[in-house]
């Protein structure tokens, strides 16, 4: 049984009626006499009710259940609970309760939730297989393949220990011990919130170490889930252990407004529902209090609290369509905060949540946030997956034959299951899993296809490359944002259009760089892997990046070997990074100049048919350029003379190129190649070191004849990662 139930809470500590208050769930409490868990525990001392009745125990479970689901058979719940009390029979609670009050409690949770009946039914019976005689086979015998599989889930979930729940191995343990069905972690967070309602009396100590976990990993999971009415309670709870000073003064706040003889918020939802009974669109109009961190964080960032602070008008419709009419009368009629629109109707969050979120100002200048959205979404927005039913269930046409389909989890969950199955080791798993669990942000961005992808704020094209492409996203070389060319370390937001650029070589390699980029778990453990199983590659990578920073800063890195030099020789490092030999180069250029040496000049280059000039320069020789350089015009201003030149028969020609890329593993090698492949021979060549992951290169090449040309641009076009190919351009005048 679980050791982290005890006393019950007492009234003046922390009242669940304040975060109650904030749920729909918590209305229907205040309509029902509240639970009496001491009663529940004299009745199961009485022992089960005949059978074919359904015992006085469970009544508020029922009634909570056939509000949701009202045609749902009821022999499970009553064989489950019949169960459960004859088996947690002489068990009690460190309160000196009928142990059997737990698994009730919990229930009941879950079904003020919504939860189906397969769901229940196993809460009924989660401490069952751990605590007492009865097997995992009985369960099944009795119930089902479903429900054994939920109380298996949730056993091994009781065994994971929660106090070293900050060695990374723990989560993973917990994620596996799920059996990858939500339906689990959703009993757990229920059994979680039961025993820190009634952490009373416990050491303070424990009650703190109990608190941390509960914040630092099951409220993070209730978020993911879209379990809000749980994570609001719990976050409420946490608050009163690790910070009772705040939680007091809070308290006074929300007291004192409730004190207040006006009501902004009550004042806001009448006029509000009388624009709508005007423009005749059915709707109900709520008040919803914020709990108590909630109002914790808006006093923090706004200083003094005003009345329409402390809660939302929470507006419910029939139809989708209803909640954009709705808006449209509002922003008509009343005056609109436009820079507060969001529209989670047409891109839900990860966790499932939609909803229209506004706000309107008021004369006095108080501003009153309005949220809009049907009863469907309603539902989901408190309960999250809980809401969703079975998600192993099949479609009536699509029958499973025995096996189990996937479920209709959020992505976030899938995508949790897929990182702890490729994280390369523990340590590595649990800190990119807490950095994703401190994201409470998350951005939707388009793909050119009009797909969309969910990515934490502060996401870059790295992580939508991982995101879109799994492992296939070591192969990415660039990407377009909203039409532009971008980097891999572009940071996107919110809306923005992303089309990722793929190379076609399947051996491409992510970069070690791109490490700095990626914030997302799925992004970084697939780096870190594919670092990880090719050690030799990352050393490469390392040196090469290591040789780039020399030539920034001047400093050899003590752990890069000099480059290869002859014996006695020092090592040939050009100022550009890749120097090649040069030679001077003639080219087939006739000159009005009986005697003269002809050469090309390198500032541009020249090729037939350029249209070109020459000079005369010291030595008999002359220089010659293309008529639009910029050494042309230097030349003519000092009064040297032009001398006549034009291309002769013969093709051998220079030339000298600009190609710009992303950075990527082996681009030179492979550029090159390219090269060599149209006949080109390299004279020069010079790298600039890469800003923002692009990199320049040029490059002077010899050419068998001046036809060449445009098919080498075309092949350096054509290697991955390369977006643009030019001839150089002769400096500007004066430059």
């Known amino acids: 049984m679980s050791a982290e139930a005890t006393n019950s809470v007492t009234p003046g500590q922390m009242p669940g009626a304040v975060s109650g208050a904030v749920t729909p769930t918590a209305t229907r409490r205040k309509a029902r006499p509240r639970i009496d868990l001491r009663r529940l525990g004299r009745a199961a001392l009485l022992g089960p009710a005949a059978r074919g009745r359904l015992p006085d125990a469970i009544s508020h479970v029922v009634e909570a259940h056939r509000a949701h689901h009202p045609e749902a058979d009821l022999e499970p719940l009553r064989h489950a609970y019949v169960l459960a009390e004859s088996s947690h029979r002489g068990q009690m609670r460190k309160s000196g309760e009928p142990y059997i009050t737990h698994p009730l409690a919990v229930t009941l949770i879950l079904a003020e939730l919504g939860a189906e009946t397969t769901t229940l039914t196993a809460s009924l019976l989660h401490d069952t297989v751990e605590d007492t005689d009865v097997t995992l086979e009985q369960v099944r015998d009795q119930f089902g393949e479903e429900v054994r599989y939920l109380v298996d ?66 409220i993070p999971l209730a978020e993911r889930l879209g379990v809000q009415a749980l994570k609001t309670e719990l976050e409420d709870l946490v608050f009163a252990i690790l910070h009772p000073e705040e939680c007091a003064h809070t308290r006074e706040l929300i007291v004192r407004n409730a004190a207040r003889a006006d009501d902004p918020l009550a004042e806001v939802a009448d006029e509000v529902r009388g624009v709508l009974r005007e423009a005749d669109i059915p709707a109900e109009v709520l008040i919803r209090p914020r709990h108590f961190v909630s109002v914790h964080r808006v006093s923090r960032k706004r200083g003094r609290l005003r009345g329409s602070d402390f809660g939302r008008v929470l507006v419910l419709v029939n139809e989708d369509a209803d909640c954009y009419a709705v808006l449209g009368e509002l922003h008509t009629c009343m005056k609109p905060v436009v820079s507060e629109f969001k529209d989670f109707i047409a891109v839900p969050k990860f966790n499932l949540y939609q909803s229209l979120h506004t706000a309107v100002a008021r004369e006095d200048g108080q501003v009153v946030e309005v949220l ?20 192993y269930a099949p479609a009536p046409d699509d029958p499973a034959d025995g096996e189990r389909v996937d479920p209709t989890r959020p992505g976030w969950l899938s995508r949790l299951l897929d990182w702890q ?15 994703d669990l401190a994201q409470d942000r998350e951005i939707t961005v388009f793909r050119p296809d009009g797909g969309t992808l969910g990515l934490p704020e502060g996401a870059t094209c790295v992580d939508a490359a991982y995101a879109q492409y799994g492992e296939d996203a070591h192969a990415c070389i660039g990407a377009r944002v909203n039409g532009r060319l971008a980097t891999l370390s572009t940071v996107l ?35 870190q892997r594919w670092l990880a199983a090719h050690p030799a590659q990352a050393e490469s990578q390392h040196q090469s990046e290591a040789r780039i920073a020399e030539y920034r800063t001047g400093v050899r890195p003590s752990d890069v070997p000099e480059p290869d030099a002859a014996p006695g020789q020092p090592a040939d490092r050009s100022a550009t990074g890749h120097a090649l030999a040069d030679r001077s180069a003639t080219g087939n ?3 009005d100049l009986p005697g003269a040496t002809v050469r090309l000049a390198r500032c541009c280059t020249p090729v037939p048919p350029d249209e070109i000039t020459g000079f005369a320069v010291r030595g ?19 009064g040297r003379a032009e001398v006549g030149v034009r291309w002769g028969e013969a093709a051998e020609c220079r030339v000298t190129l600009v190609a710009e890329s992303f950075v990527r593993p082996h681009l030179l090698a492979d550029l090159t190649e390219a090269m060599a492949s149209e006949g080109a021979e390299i004279v020069s060549a010079t790298v600039e070191p890469p800003t923002h992951q692009q990199v320049r290169h040029t490059y002077t090449v010899q050419l068998p004849d001046a036809g060449h040309l445009p098919g080498l641009m075309r092949a350096m076009r054509d290697v991955a990662g390369v977006y643009d190919v030019c001839r150089a351009q ?3 005048q004066g430059h």
């Open 372 to 391: 809009i959205r049907t009863h469907q979404m309603h539902k989901v927005a408190e309960a999250g997956v809980v809401a969703l039913g079975n998600p």
């Open 421 to 435: 199955e490729a994280a390369p080791d523990p340590d590595h798993f649990w800190s990119t899993l807490r950095e």
């Open 153 to 218: 889930g949730v056993t091994k979930l009781e065994k994971v220990d929660y106090g070293a729940a900050a060695e990374p191995e723990t989560f993973r343990k917990m994620l596996v011990a799920t059996g990858n069905d939500v339906r689990v972690m959703s009993i757990k967070l229920a059994d979680r919130l039961h025993n820190m309602r009634t952490l009373g009396v416990m050491r303070p100590e424990k009650q703190e170490r109990i608190a941390k976990v509960t914040r630092d990993v099951l």
């Open 730 to 732: 002769p400096l500007p």
């Open 589 to 591: 250029v006739l000159a």
């Open 493 to 527: 937001k919110d809306g923005d259009t992303v089309q990722l650029l793929m190379g076609q070589d399947p051996a491409s390699e992510p970069s070690r760089e791109w490490l700095d980029h990626a914030h997302t778990p799925a992004a970084r453990i697939a780096i």
């Open 620 to 638: 008999g020789a002359v220089t010659v350029h293309r008529v639009g350089c910029a050494a042309v015009a230097r030349m003519k201003d000092g």
